[in-house]
């Protein structure tokens, strides 16, 4: 895949670079070094002078992953030649660690653009925790993935939660703090960051409700902190649920958290189309029917 522009106008190579074809500054030092940045078929360095009418070539195509590529069931929500938005299962991690070189969806991701013959990289825009499921959307190339750092997108979640609001519709304003190190986990605390999530109750049962949540900030751990905070904690979560809801979750055996990435809507940052996209899993589906 590559990006083309023809110059309407003479200035430097750089400016066109980054005004009208957006390429970040990270990758323009990149491609200038490895002779990658093209004006009529030829290698040129950023301070080239550009004339109208020349044309101008940056290639996408994106070299292997050090990590190995594995095919397996990939759930595909959306694809074009820009982007990837792909269902995660519970209980599997994004992008391998230190630790663990395989068994994640990037892994799967590698495996899949080998199989379709794409030269694309492993991109996240959207990231969710290894225990919550549904969408995660992915740029192909590092310069997509630029363009959508400032697309403003509307996230929606579902969750199964233990109780029920008082309310049937509300926003939960709670500042989130990190507790000290080495644990991982966060806290509600005046010092800590603004956090804001929107909730609604999409239906009730007997002692757990499933709920709509909108984060209005993007927080760590925020929509589990948040809906702990406020008395009905997400069921099958292990580090926020209260004692009644842990021990609810066992009786009924719930392995993970009911937490889901349900919907996604923005605008594509190349075609300038509006999407709506939405996951294929479920926070009601996967508690099962314990609660009838």
């Excluded at 653009?113 to 549904?134: C, E, I, M, N, W």
Aim: charged fraction near 20%; proline fraction near 8%.
């Amino acid at each position: 895949m590559e990006l083309t522009h023809t110059a309407v106008r003479s200035g430097r190579l750089s400016g066109f670079l980054r005004e009208e074809m957006g390429i970040s500054s990270g990758l323009m030092n990149r491609l200038k070094w490895k002779d990658g940045i093209l004006v009529n078929g030829v290698p040129r360095h950023t301070d080239y002078p550009v004339r109208p009418g020349d044309v101008i070539t940056v290639p996408l195509d994106e070299p292997e992953p050090e990590y190995p590529p594995e095919e397996g069931n990939l759930t595909v929500i959306y694809e074009d030649e820009h982007l990837l938005a792909v269902d995660k299962p519970a209980g599997m991690l994004i992008h391998p660690s230190r630790s663990r070189n395989d068994g994640t969806l990037a892994n799967l991701v590698a495996g899949y653009y080998r199989k379709t013959g794409q030269k694309s990289a492993f991109h996240p825009v959207t990231r969710l925790d290894r225990d919550t499921f549904g969408i995660v959307l992915l740029a192909k190339n590092s310069h997509v993935h630029n363009l959508l750092q400032n697309v403003p997108m509307v996230k929606i979640y579902h969750a199964m939660v233990y109780g029920t609001p008082e309310t049937m519709q509300g926003t939960i304003d709670a500042p989130i703090a990190r507790r000290p190190l080495p644990s991982l986990l966060r806290y509600i605390a005046p010092e800590g960051k603004p956090s804001v999530t929107e909730y609604t109750v999409l239906e009730k049962f007997r002692s757990c409700s499933l709920l709509s949540l909108r984060p209005v900030t993007g927080r760590t751990h925020q929509l589990r902190l948040h809906c702990a905070h406020m008395g009905f904690p997400i069921l099958g979560d292990p580090q926020y649920g209260t004692e009644e809801s842990q021990a609810f979750s066992r009786k009924f055996g719930l392995q993970s958290q009911l937490l889901g990435a349900r919907s996604l809507e923005f605008i594509h940052p190349v075609t300038g189309e509006k999407l709506q996209l939405v996951s294929r899993l479920d926070a009601r589906t996967a508690a099962g029917d314990f609660w009838i």
